[in-house]
């Protein structure tokens, strides 16, 4: 909805240069900047193509005090976070109204709050709880029991197994599988065959988690699967039962996580790591694309990039690429 | 449903110790337990634990034969498959009754078992056959002519494209596809452009295979694409075009197979482990997660752990690192 | 449906030897041929079998124009190419007719072309565009205002986000989504919390691109994802925000392509490989299965293939794993 750019400054606390009255519309990159779009520069040589564009307003950093424009400008030590909040302010995500879609199948035990929407074909299994103005996207399927907090948004066609616990602001995209089986079997050494192993634990995803397209979290055993508060899951990514993931994770697509691994707090996962099963990854710790932590491996140092399979220090991984090709030369 | 312990030591052929008459309701991990449940010990050092918990009853090794306790045992020689045979009877994996929703669009040509549950929202398509007792969950599309066994379970959302045969007893879980296009193209080498080769083949998969959320399987170009009985096949895994799969075998989530490849009976592959067009996986060798096999390679070897790609036994494969660990501490 | 022998040749532009009067009804492996199927034969080798087959007819190169057969023999320098191209003739997709089923739902604001497939339970939303004889299979959902060309296949159960623009023939696989949020952030370093950066930009898919099974394509940040003409995506790949791909390229499954990534005409990339951001991958190139790309590097060399993460000319790697083994040894 349009603010004048006034009010962004201030919600984004910006110091504002030149005319607040301006009505911002929207944003966008420079390139495609029109009227009423709010821009962003985050390094100063972009700063002139800003300044050229048809953006109504700029957010840039300290660097642009001094640039002669008429244009208004906001400055932010960290521009690309102040254009990300106003982004969220300015971007109305859906127009739609709350309500139930008539073709949706309701459980009568399921409980909804004030201002859901839930879009067309919908299913939501008995005694599921829905918190106020969370959004169900046409096709996604609610498994009985299930509880999900406030403001949530699930795109179409995402599946929740029975039981699932989701907090507030949790975002959901298509094709996600939440509460899914783990992959548990016992052989009887007898017969050769696999027998499965119960699958009947918890998943609970705490608040602010966003979770990619087509990922798939497995449900733990016996006991939990969780994901922390603020953890942000890319897509195509598979978790497995009995993971625990701390808050302010991040893990990029295709990344596999086996049973019972830890991830904890601010640890940043590349894509297509895979970390076997109960291993931990200590706090802070960042795992380059597609290394590989083998089972029961204690990952450790706030910082350090590890790469590889076995995953080293960078350091060292790159040093051994160089000795290999200096050897391949002789 | 309730079964006393006298009924659970037989049916999982355990040998009972203390008293058979309390009725158990449900399984738990140690830590969980409450009255009712049933719980497992691997490990002699978890007894003590098992002991104190809330659970009515103990399954263990030989090892508790002389514990000192009034709560009863079931010994048995491998507790983690007892186990898993108990929690077969004691969970009832779903409380729906048989029918058809009336949300579901069945194909008037279809033929369905008995007793065979269809939920909300599911399209069966024209001359489907559904085996008796099969759960087909919310929102799955069985394409026409495909023919599932009895007792199947579909969790929500799968797809099965048209004429795929299911086994009995074949689990499907969320998202995953069964029968899709396999990845086959002629490049016209005048125009450069890519044409689509046929893929009409079949898709087989035999009774037991479990199946995991957004899987995918491609059916055959020509011919078949099969999966053979009690395979066991994790989350956001691909089969591609004319793979044989033999029994028993466990592929861990995000593997992917090419066209042709054949893995035989008792294989176990790890995570992301990648596996070439026409590659032999021959029975009972052992794929480390993320392990590469190139274009028509041969792993030979029962029991024998390879790793790395491309893939080499693993103790090759250690030597090498260690090697190249050391020339760099030169 | 059927055709002759010789509407058949015309057609693939063979040349005919024999009666070509014959009906042909449909194609198969020289294995199952059965009596109105066409088959191939690219390789002197299988021509016998092919012969004593079942088969109305062969397509085989050159070297079968002596063969002594009553067989009609079509004649062509690219047999695999032909029989494409007859299988495109012979085979009929869908036997549906046009029309919408009763359970879609379609916004009274969307604009269906002529002969248009819409199956059970599709939600298609406001000011979508679809073109004439595009079919949309049951359970897929089409977000507002997306534009879908003519002759497009989607199987059911696939998913594209609001905006979403597609060419013509683009075949979509089940389970696929399409326009989904890049995966981007910045971090607010007072609080160590992740924010959402917008993930408002565009996803182009242009004419005869294929998109296979549970992969998953993300939109732009602010600008525009694209795939070129002529494209070909596996199961379960994945392409980031702002991706540049271009013309006749094929992925092979599990592969990810980070933000921002160009990967120009022609490009080979096999299975599991990851590209980071901000890489291009030049023209021609070819990428082993389970190469990795760093982030920023550019591949260049046409008909080169590379392999290894980071990714060298393969027979720098393969150097290099030989001067490896050869340490071990000693």
């Given at each position: 909805?349009?603010?004048?750019?006034?009010?962004?400054?201030?919600?984004?606390?910006?110091?504002?240069?030149?005319?607040?009255?301006?009505?911002?519309?929207?944003?966008?990159?420079?390139?495609?900047?029109?009227?009423?779009?709010?821009?962003?520069?985050?390094?100063?040589?972009a700063?002139?193509?800003?300044?050229?564009?048809?953006?109504?307003?700029?957010?840039?950093?300290?660097?642009?005090?001094?640039?002669?424009?008429?244009?208004?400008?906001?400055?932010?030590?960290?521009?690309?976070?102040?254009?990300?909040?106003?982004?969220?302010?300015?971007?109305v995500?859906?127009?739609?109204?709350?309500?139930?879609?008539?073709?949706?199948?309701?459980?009568?035990?399921?409980?909804?709050?004030?201002?859901?929407?839930?879009?067309?074909?919908?299913?939501?299994?008995?005694?599921?709880?829905?918190?106020?103005?969370?959004?169900?996207?046409?096709?996604?399927?609610?498994?009985?029991?299930?509880?999900?907090?406030?403001?949530?948004?699930?795109?179409?066609n995402?599946?929740?197994?029975?039981?699932?616990q989701?907090?507030?602001?949790?975002?959901?995209?298509?094709?996600?599988?939440?509460?899914?089986?783990?992959?548990?079997?016992?052989?009887d050494?007898?017969?050769?065959?696999?027998?499965?192993?119960?699958?009947?634990?918890?998943?609970?995803?705490?608040?602010?988690?966003?979770?990619?397209?087509?990922?798939?979290?497995?449900?733990?055993?016996?006991?939990?699967?969780r994901?922390?508060?603020?953890?942000?899951?890319?897509?195509?990514?598979?978790?497995?039962h009995?993971?625990?993931?701390?808050?302010?994770?991040?893990?990029?697509?295709?990344?596999?996580?086996?049973?019972?691994?830890?991830?904890?707090?601010?640890?940043?996962?590349?894509?297509?790591?895979?970390?076997?099963?109960?291993?931990?990854?200590?706090?802070?710790?960042?795992?380059?694309?597609?290394?590989?932590?083998?089972?029961k491996?204690i990952?450790?140092?706030?910082?350090v990039?590890?790469?590889?399979?076995?995953?080293?220090?960078?350091?060292?991984?790159?040093?051994?690429?160089?000795?290999?090709?200096?050897?391949?030369?002789?």
């Amino acid at each position: 909805m349009p603010r004048s750019v006034r009010e962004i400054a201030d919600f984004v606390q910006a110091q504002l240069l030149g005319d607040g009255a301006l009505q911002l519309t929207g944003i966008s990159s420079i390139r495609s900047a029109r009227q009423g779009d709010l821009v962003f520069v985050g390094d100063e040589r972009a700063l002139p193509a800003a300044i050229a564009s048809g953006a109504s307003a700029v957010i840039a950093g300290e660097f642009a005090r001094h640039y002669a424009t008429n244009k208004p400008l906001l400055l932010h030590p960290h521009p690309r976070l102040a254009f990300a909040r106003a982004a969220g302010l300015l971007l109305v995500l859906a127009n739609r109204k709350p309500g139930i879609h008539p073709s949706a199948i309701v459980h009568s035990s399921a409980q909804l709050g004030s201002d859901v929407i839930v879009d067309e074909r919908v299913v939501i299994g008995e005694a599921v709880n829905i918190g106020n103005r969370t959004w169900i996207g046409a096709g996604c399927v609610i498994g009985d029991h299930a509880v999900v907090g406030e403001e949530c948004r699930f795109y179409p066609n995402v599946t929740l197994y029975a039981g699932v616990q989701l907090g507030n602001r949790v975002v959901v995209h298509s094709g996600a599988v939440l509460g899914s089986d783990g992959f548990g079997y016992v052989r009887d050494e007898k017969t050769g065959r696999y027998e499965k192993f119960p699958q009947i634990g918890r998943l609970e995803i705490e608040d602010d988690v966003e979770i990619g397209a087509n990922a798939t979290i497995d449900r733990g055993a016996l006991e939990l699967t969780r994901i922390g508060r603020g953890t942000k899951i890319d897509n195509l990514v598979q978790v497995g039962h009995n993971v625990q993931i701390g808050e302010d994770v991040v893990i990029a697509a295709q990344t596999g996580l086996s049973g019972s691994a830890v991830v904890e707090s601010n640890v940043v996962v590349g894509g297509q790591v895979g970390i076997a099963d109960h291993v931990r990854i200590e706090a802070g710790a960042i795992l380059g694309a597609q290394s590989g932590i083998p089972s029961k491996k204690i990952i450790r140092g706030k910082g350090v990039i590890f790469w590889g399979t076995p995953a080293r220090p960078i350091r060292e991984y790159l040093q051994q690429l160089a000795v290999l090709a200096r050897l391949t030369k002789k």
